[in-house]
Structures are given as structure tokens and as C-alpha cells.
């Protein structure tokens, strides 16, 4: 079955960085895109962004360009998001998903990363 | 970028009560729009896609409808299960917005 892990929960100081894991398994990791999605506490979902495991390319929601990057490594099925220039409104937990391949539907959560970012 | 809302923003109804949440996109998005349910504590779930297509498994008490601007997510007779955060989320081309939530408990 498809199951996406995640890294465990992360705590920055503000102006760090820090990077996300999800390692898929359970499918063939190169033909679904990975989405990142993120919830501050008590708040809604957002829409990080996505990368294509097979190409490398990405698309990211305009309020994080230039401070997130995706990357994936197919040798270990696994995906990364990095976001620099941390601030304490990044709060949030950070949960990779996997679609469905033809459409950006999200039908596999990995469990959720929590990163807290603190003075 | 396309803004997506949602009303109400919470609503609170009895068991069997026929409960209507509304999505909105400010400009047209066909039918490309999918609502997730996330319970408390957990990750969110497909429920709807192409705006009335149910995902396999979720209960017929649910139903989508709308094209374009407007949708609604319906379900027929609230059970205790269903008490969650629901969600409408565009999906016609990124950014893939989600609304803000609409929060559903029991009365």
C-alpha cells in the first residue's frame, strides 16, 4: 500500500533553515508528484507547493518563492522540502502527499512534521 | 492567483439535520475542485473531486454540485462521525488553493 514517512518534529531558531524528508514506498515513486501542505496551529491547510520526482521540476506557491526548494532523490524514494529564513509565522506542521498522477488530487498524507520555530 | 472562500466559517447541527457548505473562486475554475475532510488530530481525507464525484468509499450522505465560480458540499444527514473540518481545494492549475475551512460539530 502507499505510505509516505516523514522526518521527525524540528525545532529552529528564527532566521534558520530547515528540511523535511518523505520517504514513499508502497508505488512507483517517479510517477505521482509530491505535494507539500502545511497547517499552523488552529488554522487551515496551505499549499506549499510540488515536485515532479520524475523530471525534478517544481512549482511553488508564489508566497514562499524563494525561500522554499523541493528536491527529491530517487536512489532512496524520497522527497525534501527546505524553507529558509525561518520566522515564527512558519509555525506549522508540514505534511508531504502523494496525487493521483493525471490529476494534483491528494489521496496519500505522509503523518505530518511539526516545526516550531522559537527564539 | 485565484482566492478561494468558504461559508460558513463553522456551523454547529443536530443529528440528521441536512448540512449545505459553500466554496467560492474568484474567478471560474470549471469543475476542477475537490473537497477534503480532516478530523481532529487528523490528516486530511479526498472526499469529492471534479467538484461531485464521490472518492471511493465515502458515504452517499455526501454530495458536491457547482461549476465555474460556485460550489456546495452537502450532507444529506449529519452523523456524529462527520464532525471535521471540511475544505475545498482548487485543482485547474497551481497554485492549488484550499479554502479556509469550514469547521462542523454536533449541536
Known amino acids: 500500500q502507499v505510505q509516505l514517512v516523514q522526518s521527525g518534529a524540528e525545532v529552529k531558531k528564527p532566521g534558520a533553515s530547515v528540511k523535511v524528508s518523505c520517504e514513499a514506498s508502497g508505488y512507483t515513486f517517479t510517477g505521482y508528484y509530491i505535494h507539500w501542505v502545511r497547517q499552523a496551529p488552529g488554522q487551515g491547510l496551505e499549499w506549499v507547493g510540488r515536485?515532479?520526482?520524475?523530471?525534478?521540476?517544481?512549482n511553488y506557491a508564489q508566497k514562499f518563492q524563494g525561500r522554499v526548494t523541493m528536491t527529491r532523490d530517487t536512489s532512496i524514494n524520497t522527497a525534501y522540502m527546505e524553507l529558509s529564513r525561518l520566522r515564527s509565522d512558519d509555525t506549522a506542521v508540514y505534511y508531504c502527499?502523494?496525487?493521483?498522477?493525471?490529476?494534483?488530487?491528494?489521496?496519500?498524507w505522509g503523518q505530518g512534521t511539526l516545526v516550531t520555530v522559537s527564539s | 492567483d485565484i482566492q478561494m472562500t468558504q461559508s460558513p466559517s463553522s456551523l454547529s447541527a443536530s443529528v440528521g439535520d441536512r448540512v449545505t457548505i459553500t466554496c467560492r473562486a474568484s474567478q471560474g475554475i470549471s469543475n476542477y475542485l475537490a473537497w477534503y475532510q480532516q478530523k481532529p488530530g487528523k490528516v486530511p481525507k479526498l472526499l469529492i473531486y471534479?467538484?461531485?464525484t464521490l472518492q471511493s468509499g465515502v458515504p452517499s450522505r455526501f454530495s458536491g454540485s457547482g461549476s465555474g465560480t460556485d460550489f456546495t458540499l452537502t450532507i444529506s444527514s449529519l452523523q456524529p462521525e462527520d464532525v471535521a473540518t471540511y475544505y475545498c481545494q482548487k485543482y485547474n492549475s497551481a497554485p492549488f488553493t484550499f479554502g479556509p475551512g469550514t469547521k462542523v460539530d454536533i449541536k
Open positions: 515536485i515532479n520526482p520524475n523530471s525534478g521540476g517544481t
Open positions: 471534479v467538484a461531485s
Open positions: 502527499a502523494r496525487d493521483w498522477g493525471e490529476d494534483p488530487l491528494l489521496s496519500a
